[in-house]
């Protein structure tokens, strides 16, 4: 069965601090993604990376980094957090997009992980 | 560019009465679209998805979309609703062109009454 895991479900963190969000999937995906939800707002891409050591901007990637050392695991930091980042944070992951057509392969995500910074 | 409008914020439907989700796009090139659903503290499941073949869609759980190039649209529809749909449900376009940027619309909260 297809699994994508998420470090923590909840974090609290307090101003300034240095956040990890860990990010593992089991499916051998080359492409990963993290996102951030805030209500009314939907989900906005912060970064993804198109395989291991890749890394792309997404449309809100300040304040945020990442990093991908293995095949199965994407990190998401926080240099120094901050208020405004508290939000629901997504991982996903999927197989890469064959060819130039709009073909799709689901992106599979995790259950997410709630982050307050206080 | 690519965007996508999810037209109300929160519906809400009796059991047992139809569902009627709705959706429009904009998109440069010729889109793909999907639905996603969350179950409240659960991650994003994907619904159905259309990418060029057929415009009527099915997908999971009895649900269904239409795509409508003349009108933009992607509606979400369900003949009958079970208190087991209650949950949030995303519209996302994905262009053509290499497609890793998946576009999400602000979601729509469907309540369903007894």
Same mark, same amino acid.
């Given at each position: 069965?297809?699994?994508?895991?998420?470090?923590?479900?909840?974090?609290?963190?307090?101003?300034?601090?240095?956040?990890?969000?860990?990010?593992?999937?089991?499916?051998?995906?080359?492409?990963?993604?993290?996102?951030?939800?805030?209500?009314?707002?939907?989900?906005?891409?912060?970064?993804?990376?198109?395989?291991?050591?890749?890394?792309?901007?997404?449309?809100?990637?300040?304040?945020?980094?990442?990093?991908?050392?293995?095949?199965?695991?994407?990190?998401?930091?926080?240099?120094?957090?901050?208020?405004?980042?508290?939000?629901?944070?997504?991982?996903?992951?999927?197989?890469?997009?064959?060819?130039?057509?709009?073909?799709?392969?689901?992106?599979?995500?995790?259950?997410?992980?709630?982050?307050?910074?206080? | 560019?690519?965007?996508?409008?999810?037209?109300?914020?929160?519906?809400?439907? !009796? +059991?047992?009465?139809?569902? @009627?989700?709705?959706?429009?796009?904009?998109? /440069?090139?010729?889109?793909?679209? &999907?639905?996603? *659903?969350?179950?409240?503290?659960?991650?994003?499941?994907?619904?159905?998805?259309?990418?060029?073949?057929?415009?009527?869609?099915?997908?999971?759980?009895?649900?269904?979309?239409?795509?409508?190039? !003349? +009108?933009?649209?992607?509606? @979400?529809?369900?003949?009958?609703?079970?208190? /087991?749909?209650?949950?949030?449900? &995303?519209?996302? *376009?994905?262009?053509?062109?290499?497609?890793?940027?998946?576009?999400?619309?602000?979601?729509?909260?469907?309540?369903?009454?007894?």
């Amino acid at each position: 069965d297809v699994k994508v895991t998420q470090s923590s479900r909840y974090l609290v963190k307090r101003t300034g601090e240095k956040v990890f969000l860990e990010c593992v999937q089991d499916m051998d995906h080359e492409n990963m993604f993290w996102y951030r939800q805030d209500p009314g707002l939907g989900l906005r891409l912060i970064y993804f990376s198109y395989d291991v050591k890749m890394k792309e901007k997404g449309d809100i990637p300040e304040g945020y980094s990442v990093s991908r050392e293995k095949k199965e695991r994407f990190s998401l930091i926080l240099e120094s957090a901050s208020t405004n980042q508290t939000s629901m944070y997504l991982c996903a992951s999927r197989s890469p997009v064959l060819g130039l057509a709009p073909l799709y392969n689901e992106q599979f995500f995790g259950p997410g992980t709630r982050l307050t910074v206080l | 560019a690519q965007s996508v409008t999810q037209l109300d914020s929160h519906v809400s439907v !009796s +059991e047992g009465t139809p569902v @009627l989700l709705r959706c429009n796009y904009s998109s /440069s090139y010729s889109p793909s679209l &999907f639905w996603y *659903v969350q179950h409240p503290n659960k991650g994003l499941q994907l619904l159905l998805k259309y990418t060029s073949a057929a415009t009527l869609v099915k997908g999971i759980n009895g649900f269904e979309a239409e795509f409508k190039k !003349s +009108e933009t649209s992607f509606h @979400l529809t369900k003949p009958s609703a079970h208190m /087991s749909d209650a949950a949030e449900y &995303f519209c996302v *376009v994905i262009a053509g062109g290499g497609g890793n940027k998946l576009t999400f619309g602000t979601g729509t909260q469907l309540k369903v009454e007894l």
